[in-house]
């Protein structure tokens, strides 16, 4: 190093003799007296100039190489002589009071199922425990959407994607399995993957982010971490050295808290969601540093689970989750924190006009509504009311645009944020990771582009058609990665499948599907928000 810093201040002092006008060695020229000829410009003493420039430049970048060259090299000498650490399970946000695994051995020893203290949340599902010859298996992640609710795994896009690789190569033994946790969201997916490697997976496919905000967490580090180191330590990660030096602090850092000192909180077991207890929607409000607490800790979980399936050498497909944007109101809204009550009140005033004009006024209703959200652009309730007006006049653009704002401002968030979507594709593209737009998939098989009723039976789970649908996009997406190869009649035969597999199901099936809905709909969905009591009558703070 001392030989770079010689290098460096030699090159820092030849650098300023030149910029003098002089090379090493020569004197400067003094000024022309009286009487004295001022020597002319010449074309090679003009060029002079740029190649010093040149110089300098090129100076610069071999001190650079110079000075990087131990690190490329000592990084390419890890990647060739030292095998990649294995991936740290620690998350740094969270930690869990307990882990049991999805998947045990049945009684005969032959087959891997669910296991019972498991089907709180996940449907029965099995496979060998010797994987044959001919089988090819893959492993499903996700919450609810994933395991098909309201229905179940019968009519989920797991099992429309097995009828699908079926009818195009029906001797090969296809295991596609439901791994679809009620309320799971990506954090509590990580463990599971990794149980997962150990039952010889030829395909990951990830679909998961609605569910992020239903657990009770803190992110108070946060709040001392820029989000621009959060993001450069996830790209530093990406580095052989970075990572083996951060596996060892962060090892560390572990064996300094095992006195309990450890500020992150302790999930239970199994999902414990705020909406499960009473009054569960009323602890839901405005906090900025939650927020973006799941955001960073998504996108974290999303690389981590790309990691870990690349680190072993399996493919992986992303999923980007359809939200119903047009016939779902936001859960709960709140006004500004920061409003005075005097425009609060001047708000519901003008909501109470808009409500009171009739549809045939629809731009009337437009007007005083976009009056009352310059107030308080903050009120998901108003920013939803203002697209179902744009929906009625039918300027499709300007009603997703309030639709979407409306779900941002949501203060339950069940449905996925746009950073999130962000984060999602910004990992496909960072990891080369083929990735299913199932949010494109439904608005592009939708008339006016919004998602709604028409393939989503609630805020976020597709119909049975949608189900399909996405099947569909994921057997294209392995068509893309040569997993399967697609015969001249294969859809003649994966519509015969699908309808006899739909004739298997009876009455009783769809039945229990439209009770869940139900269900879900008392659990989380309220109705369409009206406007709200003037600020002098509420009882809320």
């Not at 621009?228 to 996830?234: D, G, K, N, S, Y």
């Not at 596996?247 to 500020?263: E, V």
């Not at 920061?338 to 007007?367: C, S, T």
């Not at 300007?398 to 594709?425: G, S, T």
Request: net charge positive; glycine share 6%; proline share 6%.
């Amino acid at each position: 190093m001392k030989i770079f810093a010689h290098l460096i201040r030699f090159g820092i002092k030849n650098v300023r003799i030149r910029s003098n006008g002089c090379t090493v060695g020569e004197e400067k020229s003094k000024t022309p007296g009286r009487g004295q000829t001022k020597p002319t410009r010449t074309s090679a003493s003009s060029a002079e100039p740029r190649r010093g420039r040149r110089r300098i430049i090129f100076f610069h970048l071999t001190a650079m190489a110079v000075v990087l060259s131990p690190l490329v090299l000592g990084e390419l000498a890890l990647r060739l002589c030292v095998s990649p650490p294995p991936i740290n399970l620690n998350d740094p946000y969270v930690s869990f009071s307990g882990l049991c695994p999805l998947f045990v051995l049945d009684s005969t020893g032959t087959r891997f199922e669910t296991a019972e203290e498991r089907l709180t949340c996940f449907c029965p599902q099995s496979f060998a425990a010797t994987k044959g010859p001919n089988t090819f298996r893959v492993f499903c992640l996700g919450g609810s959407t994933v395991q098909g609710r309201p229905y179940s795994t019968e009519t989920s896009f797991a099992t429309w994607l097995k009828l699908n690789l079926r009818a195009a190569r029906p001797e090969t033994n296809w295991e596609v399995v439901n791994c679809g946790g009620i309320s799971y969201a990506s954090y509590r997916l990580v463990p599971i993957m990794w149980e997962l490697l150990k039952h010889e997976p030829d395909l990951f496919i990830i679909y998961t982010g609605h569910n992020e905000f239903l657990e009770d967490r803190t992110y108070r580090r946060l709040k001392r971490m820029p989000r621009a180191l959060l993001r450069l330590h996830q790209v530093m990660l990406n580095l052989r050295s970075y990572s083996l030096a951060h596996r060892f602090l962060s090892g560390r850092r572990a064996q300094g808290t095992d006195d309990g000192r450890s500020s992150k909180p302790v999930l239970p077991i199994e999902v414990q969601a705020r909406l499960d207890f009473r009054e569960g929607l009323d602890s839901y409000h405005r906090d900025q540093t939650w927020h973006q607490g799941t955001i960073e800790h998504f996108r974290h979980n999303l690389q981590k689970m790309v990691r870990m399936s690349h680190g072993a050498g399996i493919p992986i497909i992303l999923a980007n989750p359809v939200t119903n944007l047009k016939d779902c109101p936001p859960f709960k809204s709140e006004f500004r924190t920061d409003l005075p009550e005097h425009q609060m009140e001047r708000v519901v005033e003008l909501w109470e006009q808009a409500g009171k004009l009739d549809w045939d006024d629809a731009y009337g209703k437009i007007r005083l509504l976009e009056q009352a959200a310059a107030l308080d652009n903050r009120h998901a309730g108003l920013l939803y009311w203002i697209g179902k007006c744009y929906e009625h006049i039918g300027r499709s653009n300007e009603a997703k645009k309030w639709f979407v704002r409306a779900k941002e401002q949501d203060i339950c968030p069940l449905r996925i944020l746009e950073p999130m979507h962000d984060a999602i594709l910004d990992v496909s593209a960072r990891h080369r990771v083929p990735l299913v737009d199932v949010k494109v998939l439904i608005e592009e098989h939708t008339e006016d582009g919004i998602p709604g009723d028409e393939w989503l039976l609630d805020h976020v789970h597709p119909s049975i058609a949608g189900h399909q649908l996405i099947a569909d996009s994921l057997y294209r997406a392995m068509e893309d990665m040569e997993l399967v190869r697609t015969p001249q009649d294969w859809r003649t035969t994966r519509d015969e499948l699908r309808q006899r597999h739909l004739s298997s199901m009876n009455d009783a099936y769809y039945a229990h599907g439209h009770i869940r809905l139900k269900r879900l709909h008392n659990w989380s969905r309220g109705p369409i928000p009206n406007p709200p009591p003037r600020p002098s009558d509420s009882t809320q703070d």
